[in-house]
């Protein structure tokens, strides 16, 4: 793994509520309630969580199209939360999106050549001949075909419009890439062709993605680091292996046991399991969560695994471990 | 819902504000004042002068308006310099012919409105919605004026159906003579006029029950089995009817202030029809009251709309 | 994955002939009023009008046609060598007709210009923008929406020196960018969330990159029609005006003041000739103009639902 290139400190995006007769801000929802983690320089960095939870917020703060309220996002040593400083460091060139929907991201009056073409136009100096060549290029790279450039996104299915999508995103070469969900919107048999471009574009040029996604099977066999969001706040963090392996926060199992399983063999007992799972995630919800019912700050359990904890602490988290492996 | 009302009426406020003071800079910049028409021109000019200094016409500007609307929060709306009465008696007279006309019509538009919009979209793309479309189309497309110069050229003058002028018969009497008389004259002008406004909300009901027709929550109760009947009238109908109640406002206040045209026409004698006579006679007292009296019209209209438009708001009823 | 070789670019360049087509472009809209035949008719109808009114004034001078030549006064259909007639001045009413129709023609086109520029610019700057830019916009729409349109342009006809058409042109259009404003804000309003402005963003472009090369383009279609329509309404509103008497000054012959003649119950009854042809007109013109924005209107609704 290489070294960090991008650190999310204490990020909030926060938008008010107004009510009363004076139009006064009475409350705020708090979408992004204060998240930390960083991203390493090639790397794959999950971000999970269900609708609502505030992934896709964090995601388009980080790439700058939302407006953050508190917090810093760190890169090369500036504070990019600040539009001014991104558009001095043409941030955009080396952190770039890839959308949800494929449709709605493309203007429909557009050429795919000028969609294409759009970031390389804007942050780099090329002739119209190397543009051109370029863009050739990077459709090679998605696999798709030359006389793409001359059509309209509505005459390409879905799939082909999200790989047109990735070949934007990386026009320009970016550091890291934030994909929102970038495969919820596809049949499954199209997710995994769009999936392998992604992951041989990322050894290629060694570029770093956030994954957002609530997919936790599709999360799995993408990133080696991940966090789980809950509410707007990070419920656990850490290596992959760590979090399957041994997940410790009560919604973290929750998602775990969520996952689909092909083993008819074993139905039953994977729905006992399940619902023992939901049954524990109801009994204990107000120990894991805060008077008001917002997620506890992170703690460190091992180097690579950070989970919120109750009070209590550590120490009464491993206890329930250990109870919990003795009775298995 | 009382909230919504009381920061609407808070916002008027600022507007008639400014209204008030654009009605006043318009006044200044028309000719003549109370006393033209009314001093023997060979008085001597230092004489004048000193009769209009006297009278406030050198005052400062704000002081003047300060006066101006001072004098309409007691209802003096001015002396007439043409006519010599006061502006208000001139302008009640003719206030009650508007009115009435524009009740007769407003009524008759819904009248014809309604059933219009329920049938085209009850009936969507067959022989009768096309018929309401063009029938819309027409109506729309077609400046009011000609269409009531021909609506009067046909049913007045050459089928002498109806009368071509005044809003009542000289030689009417006694209560109901007076009535009859009076509804017989305004009600060629009323159906015309009328004709011309349905437009709008037939496009409106017509597009509600269309996109209503095809809601999930049709489709369940359907699936429910509740008749097609009750489908329509309970569901669709109550869904599509509500938001044209809203219009009302706008409806009223767009014919009181748009009478000018009919008025002229029919040669009757309202609002309107002062209007261009006062313009024609360059009284510029009375016209300044008219154009405040348009203009407060509409906010209040507004207001109605925005106020009905919250009642029926289901979503803020249940607030 | 092998590069791609001169020669194969090239060979794409080439392929220039199997270019696709846009969504709701220019070109489709035009197909579809060829399609549907009433409204080729209307158009045909308009292009005739049109070489009838401008190409017919072409031969005409103003002083000609407004010159008082009471001898001539108050001659029937076709007498005395003129078609329709003439008026109580002697003026022959189809000379009237021919440039009163290019001007109420010309100065509904020259409204809707102002009212569609001036709108669009508003409305783009408010929709885009939002927040405190937008607020301020929209009180001064709400505001001059208020305000009583024609009493006002009417004393301020009476009111202004040095009135002519221009002024006339000014004064309408003054009311009328409120509106188109409101409809393309609201345009605007729907596009700015959309995922491509965002994406754009992304991209690094500019909003007011943004706003003209890629909002901007999806609201042609709804430009033209709007053009059209806006376009028989002004004609509307100045020929109301003529017909009571204050719209283009009395010098300049407009079908509004033809058909104020209709005014007097004598005309109405003894001298049609003055009055009626000027109806017909106008009535084909508002017709034929509306129903040509309306069917444009139809195949852009349905083209919306395709995509």
Redesign the interface.
């Known amino acids: 793994m290489g070294k960090e290139i991008i650190q999310i400190k204490d990020l909030k995006v926060y938008y008010p509520i107004r009510s009363g007769f004076w139009n006064r801000i009475t409350d705020y929802v708090r979408a992004v309630d204060g998240v930390n983690f960083s991203i390493n320089e090639g790397e794959t960095y999950g971000l999970i969580g269900e609708s609502g939870s505030g992934k896709s917020t964090t995601g388009k703060a980080i790439v700058g199209i939302e407006k953050v309220t508190g917090g810093q996002i760190m890169y090369k040593g500036v504070d990019i939360t600040k539009a001014s400083n991104r558009k001095k460091l043409n941030y955009n060139k080396d952190v770039q999106m890839i959308f949800q929907d494929s449709m709605s991201s493309m203007n429909p009056r557009k050429r795919i050549e000028d969609i294409i073409a759009e970031p390389i136009r804007n942050f780099e100096n090329l002739t119209t001949d190397q543009e051109r060549d370029r863009v050739q290029e990077l459709l090679d790279i998605v696999g798709m075909p030359s006389d793409a450039i001359y059509k309209y996104p509505h005459e390409f299915s879905g799939g082909q419009r999200q790989r047109i999508g990735v070949a934007r995103a990386v026009a320009t070469n970016p550091k890291l890439i934030i994909a929102d969900e970038p495969t919820s919107a596809l049949d499954l048999s199209v997710q995994a062709q769009v999936l392998n471009f992604m992951k041989h574009i990322q050894q290629q040029y060694n570029i770093a993605y956030l994954f957002i996604s609530h997919d936790l099977g599709v999360v799995k066999h993408m990133s080696e680091n991940l966090a789980i969001m809950h509410r707007g706040r990070l419920v656990e963090l850490g290596s992959r292996d760590e979090i399957y392996k041994h997940p410790m926060h009560i919604y973290t199992k929750r998602l775990l046991s969520a996952i689909p399983q092909v083993d008819v063999a074993n139905r039953e007992a994977h729905k006992a399991e399940r619902e023992r799972v939901e049954h524990e995630f109801l009994e204990n919800q107000s120990k894991w969560y805060d008077a008001d019912g917002r997620v506890f700050p992170l703690q460190e359990v091992t180097p690579n695994h950070l989970v919120a904890l109750p009070e209590g602490g550590i120490r009464a988290a491993i206890q329930e471990e250990q109870n919990e492996k003795e009775s298995d | 819902m009382w909230k919504t009302v009381l920061r609407r009426l808070l916002i008027m406020i600022p507007q008639l504000i400014i209204l008030s003071m654009l009605v006043f800079l318009l006044a200044k910049m028309m000719p003549g004042d109370p006393f033209t028409g009314a001093i023997n021109p060979n008085t001597d000019p230092k004489q004048i002068e000193a009769l209009k200094r006297a009278a406030g016409l050198y005052d400062p500007w704000y002081i003047q308006y300060g006066r101006w609307v001072g004098n309409l929060f007691h209802g003096d709306l001015g002396t007439s310099y043409i006519q010599h009465v006061s502006v208000s008696s001139l302008i009640w007279d003719r206030a009650v012919n508007t009115f009435w006309l524009s009740l007769l019509t407003t009524i008759i538009t819904y009248a014809i409105a309604i059933p219009l919009g329920i049938t085209a979209g009850r009936h969507q793309d067959e022989w009768q919605d096309t018929a309401v479309q063009v029938f819309n189309y027409i109506t729309f497309a077609i400046p009011g004026f000609v269409f009531y110069i021909l609506g009067l050229w046909l049913f007045g003058f050459t089928l002498g159906w109806f009368p071509i002028s005044g809003s009542v018969s000289a030689s009417a009497s006694g209560f109901w003579g007076v009535l009859g008389s009076r509804l017989y004259h305004m009600i060629l002008p009323a159906i015309l006029y009328a004709l011309i406004t349905t437009t709008g909300t037939v496009q409106y009901l017509r597009t509600g029950i269309v996109d209503n027709k095809v809601e999930d929550y049709v489709r369940t109760a359907r699936s429910k089995g509740v008749p097609e009947n009750v489908v329509f009238n309970k569901h669709i109908l109550r869904n599509s009817l509500l938001p044209i109640a809203a219009f009302l406002g706008n409806t009223i206040t767009g014919l009181l202030g748009g009478s000018m045209i009919i008025e002229t026409v029919f040669s009757y004698p309202g609002m309107g029809k002062l209007f261009m006579d006062s313009i024609g006679q360059r009284d510029y007292t009375t016209l300044t009251a008219l154009i405040l009296i348009f203009g407060i019209l509409t906010l209040v209209g507004n207001l109605l709309s925005d106020i009905i438009m919250s009642i029926i708001d289901p979503r803020i009823r249940i607030q | ?4 070789t001169k020669k ?2 090239d060979a ?2 080439d ?2 002939t ?3 087509l ?2 709701s ?1 220019f070109k489709v809209i035009v197909r579809e009023i060829v399609k549907d035949k009433v409204a080729l008719a209307a158009f045909i109808l308009i292009v005739l009008i049109l070489i009838f009114t401008f190409g017919g004034s072409l031969f005409l001078s103003k002083s000609s046609v407004s010159e008082i030549n009471i001898v001539e006064s108050y001659y029937g259909w076709g007498q005395n060598g003129h078609l329709f007639g003439t008026d109580d001045g002697g003026r022959d009413i189809l000379n009237m007709l021919i440039m009163g129709g290019r001007n109420s023609i010309l100065i509904g086109i020259s409204v809707t210009v102002i009212t569609e520029l001036v709108g669009l610019v508003v409305g783009l700057v408010a929709g885009y923008y939002g927040g405190l830019i937008d607020s301020i916009i929209m009180r001064i729409v ?2 001059i929406q ?3 349109r ?3 342009i ?3 006809t ?2 202004l020196s040095h009135y002519n058409a221009v002024t006339l042109v000014w004064l309408i259009a003054m009311f009328g960018w409120t509106v188109t404003a409101r409809y393309f804000r609201s345009f605007v309003l729907s596009q700015r969330e ?3 402005v ?8 500019s909003d007011l990159k943004i706003m003209f090369r ?1 909002v901007l ?2 609201i042609t279609s709804m430009i033209i029609i709007d053009v059209v329509l806006s376009i ?1 309404g002004n ?2 509103v100045e ?2 005006l003529s ?4 719209g283009l000054p009395p010098t300049t012959p407009s079908l ?1 003041s033809l ?1 104020a003649f ?2 007097d ?1 004598v005309n ?2 003894n001298r049609p000739w003055l ?1 009626l042809p000027a ?1 017909i007109l ?2 084909i013109i ?2 034929s ?3 040509v924005g ?1 069917a444009l209107q139809r195949a852009g609704d349905a083209r919306q639902r395709e ?1």
């Open positions: 994955m092998a590069k791609k194969q670019n794409v360049k392929d220039q199997k270019v696709s846009p969504p472009g709400d505001f208020i305000l009583p024609f009493p006002i009417i004393v301020l009476t009111v959309r995922d491509y965002l994406a754009s963003k992304t991209s690094g472009s890629e383009p999806n028989a004609i509307g020929t109301s017909f009571l008497g204050y509004g058909i209709a005014n119950p109405v009854i009055w109806t106008l009535l508002s017709l103009v509306n129903y309306r995509n």
